[in-house]
Structure formats: structure tokens, C-alpha cells
């Protein structure tokens, strides 16, 4: 099974496991599962660090080096799913958690996430 991992929970895989919620941790700790995360969640990271953001500290490009050491695979942004984003009802604001939803049902991988918003999303998406 592909696991599409939204920003916080990869954040909290790379640096902060104590974090994830124990549903999270099992399917990221089953060998069966591969991981990706999505260049929108770098994009994300590198702006509201730059913004200041407590919880956006971390070096994106160690981030993205790190994760591909340990075996995640990156999944890049495409005008497929830059354009798939406008068939997304209007549930959610924030536009990296709606480009993540449109990856996620463009490639059908599961979106894994903790935001209940997220999750009444259409499509491969579990709220963890």
C-alpha cells in the first residue's frame, strides 16, 4: 500500500515521533507500507518557516535529504494536480492540504492525515 503522509505527520515521523498518534506510527512503521511525502509539503515547510512559524523549524532540504535516506519517495507537483485542485469542493482553505487531497486521488495513493477537514475529502484519504 502507497501512504501519501500530510505535512504535520511527516513532520512528526522526521522529528517528532512521540507525536504521531498511534494509528499513524503503526502504518508508518508497517514494512508492508511505502512512503511518500509530496514536494507540496517541502513548499509548505519552507514558506511558513520563512514566515516564522514554531512549528515549521526544520531545514527543509535536510528534511527532504533525510527523507529520502530512510526510503520515503518523493512525489512532485504536476499540472495534473495543480488542475485537479478544481474539482475539489470548497471544504478546506488551505492550499497545500487541498493539493495533497489532489495528489493523493490523481494517484491514488492514501492521504494520511490528522486534520478532520481533510478527511471529508472524496477519495484515498484516512484521518488517523
Do not use: C
Not at 55 to 71: C, H, I, K, S, W
Not at 87 to 106: E, G, N, S, T, Y
Amino acid at each position: 500500500m502507497k501512504v501519501l503522509l500530510d505535512t504535520h505527520l511527516l513532520l512528526w515521523a522526521a522529528g517528532a515521533p512521540e507525536k504521531l498518534p498511534d494509528a499513524a506510527r503503526k502504518i508508518i512503521e508497517d514494512p508492508g507500507v511505502e512512503l511518500w511525502f509530496s514536494a507540496a509539503s517541502l513548499w509548505e515547510i519552507a514558506i511558513k518557516r520563512g514566515l516564522g512559524r514554531a512549528d515549521f523549524r526544520v531545514d527543509p532540504r535536510l528534511l527532504r535529504r533525510g527523507l529520502a535516506e530512510n526510503g520515503y519517495v518523493e512525489l512532485a507537483v504536476t499540472g495534473a494536480h495543480a488542475v485537479a485542485v478544481d474539482l475539489l469542493p470548497p471544504l478546506h482553505k488551505d492550499p497545500f492540504d487541498r493539493m495533497l487531497v489532489a495528489q493523493a486521488i490523481a494517484e491514488s495513493i492514501t492521504l494520511l492525515t490528522g486534520d478532520a477537514l481533510v478527511a471529508q475529502y472524496p477519495g484515498p484519504i484516512r484521518q488517523v
